[in-house]
């Protein structure tokens, strides 16, 4: 078990560090567009898409390097988990795929 832990832990390490040069570069392209380029307001759109997306994704790299930091120093603490706000953050995530499947997603979070 503890090997395992110690796998998914470097696992976890190497692929935060990994991600956030891209998600820096990414972000520099946009500030770069958005200064240099007149956009209409299809690219305006995708623009936004892909910095909301960056944003989960800075999110993402974010939680799992404090869950590596804090798996070292405590144990893991209960949460409460609200299905709405996450359901959301994903529906967002995928905005495109959604959209280009013309799926509908229904969701009933009363207890």
């Known amino acids: 078990m503890r090997y395992i ?5 470097n696992i976890t390490y190497i692929t935060t560090h990994d991600l956030k040069a891209p998600i820096v570069n990414i972000e520099g392209l946009i ?15 995708i623009i936004e898409h892909t910095e ?10 974010t939680d799992l390097s404090m869950m590596v930091a804090n798996s070292k120093q405590e144990p893991a603490k209960d949460i409460i988990l609200l299905f709405d706000e996450v359901l959301t953050k994903v529906s967002n995530t995928i905005q495109t795929q959604i959209i280009s499947s013309k ?4 969701s009933d979070f009363e207890k």
């Open 5 to 9: 832990n110690k796998y998914l832990e």
């Open 52 to 61: 909301g997306t960056l944003s989960g994704m800075k999110k993402t790299v």
């Open 103 to 106: 799926t509908k997603i229904i």
């Open 31 to 45: 500030k770069l567009l958005k200064i240099n380029q007149p956009m209409d307001e299809k690219a305006q759109k």
